[in-house]
């Protein structure tokens, strides 16, 4: 199984805050990368996909990017409604798998 | 619209076993595969397994082999799973997902609502 390993699992930080959010994978998985934002009591949402597609009507201030097996989702001038939880997902192979998660708080 | 809607809450004791639905709607049902997935209390997300609505051909993660079926009903558009032998431990919300996507480029595009399981005695 592909593990992905997710930094840090938690991040307190204010609006306007540029933050970062890592996962690495235990193999190379190519460009098979997903990034979802999560709410309390909510289903996941997909930001980006192929580690640096952004979703339609997900705000160009998210971005993200990838060295080798690192996958980095980047959070320009953070906004109130961008604290959550994120989470990392590879679809390479099966099973899936995701990351454990980033809780970001409001500092 | 795309929409996954996804049966209630569910209680049940240790040993019992759950079904969920997972009813579609707003595309061609035949077209994309779906995932269960579920997420334990402060936990993230953990695949459970994959239904091709064409044929119902299903692949498990291994931990639920034996625990877990999945099968659909194409003239209701409809996904279910169901779990055997519950316990404590699988008390979470579980989800049902649309998988999606070319190349690599593959992804959970419309997500349930979740069910949640508590298995409690």
């Known amino acids: 199984d592909i593990q992905m390993t997710q930094s840090p699992s938690s991040l307190s930080a204010s609006v306007g805050d540029r933050v970062s959010v890592t996962c690495r994978a235990s193999q190379i998985i190519s460009h098979y990368l997903n990034w979802y934002q999560q709410k309390p009591g909510k289903a996941p949402k997909l930001l980006i996909s192929?580690?640096?597609s952004l979703q339609s009507g997900v705000p160009s201030r998210f971005s993200g990017s990838v060295s080798g097996t690192e996958f980095t989702l980047t959070i320009s001038n953070l906004q109130p409604e961008d604290f959550a939880t994120y989470y990392c997902?590879?679809?390479?192979?099966?099973?899936?798998?995701f990351g454990g998660g980033t809780k970001m708080e409001i500092k | 619209q795309v929409q996954l809607v996804q049966s209630g809450t569910e209680v049940k004791k240790p040993g019992a076993s759950v079904r969920i639905s997972c009813r579609t709607s707003g595309y061609r049902f035949n077209t994309y595969y779906v995932h269960w997935i579920r997420q334990s209390p402060g936990q993230g997300p953990e695949w459970m397994g994959i239904i091709n609505p064409i044929g119902g051909n299903t692949t498990y993660a291994q931990k639920f082999q034996g625990k877990v079926t999945m099968t659909r009903d194409t003239s209701t558009s409809t996904v279910y799973m169901e779990l055997r032998n519950l316990r404590f431990e699988d008390t979470a919300v579980y989800y049902c997902a649309r998988f999606r996507g070319t190349g690599s480029d593959l992804h959970f595009d419309f997500w349930g609502q979740g069910t949640l399981v508590t298995v409690s005695s």
């Open positions: 192929n580690a640096f």
């Open positions: 997902q590879q679809s390479y192979s099966l099973p899936l798998t």
